[in-house]
């Protein structure tokens, strides 16, 4: 299983904090992650890459959107922050 987490104004806008998806057949990046739960769409269409930026994490570390995802993975997206 890979175990997806959301953050901030993401989480709420979802209506969770986190959800599961099955371990992939295939090799996945986060961008495929966040592709496969856009697809679902509904509110889960903010993840669409097209909507809106996202910092993505992968196992606790900033990541890459090309980053690949194993079984056992944790991934994280959030709206990107601005100091101030």
């Known amino acids: 299983m890979i175990d997806v987490r959301f953050f901030a104004s993401l989480r709420e806008q979802l209506g969770c904090e986190s959800t599961r998806l099955p371990a992939p057949e295939q090799v996945l990046t986060v961008a495929d992650v966040r592709d ?5 769409g509904g509110a ?18 900033l990541g890459d959107p090309q980053s690949r ?11 990107p922050v601005t100091g101030g």
């Not at 496969?36 to 679902?40: C, P, V």
């Open 69 to 79: 995802v194993c079984d056992g993975d944790g991934v994280a997206f959030s709206p």
């Open 36 to 40: 496969l739960l856009a697809a679902r």
């Open 44 to 61: 889960w269409s903010v993840l669409d890459d097209s909507a809106r930026p996202l910092m993505c994490a992968l196992n606790q570390t």
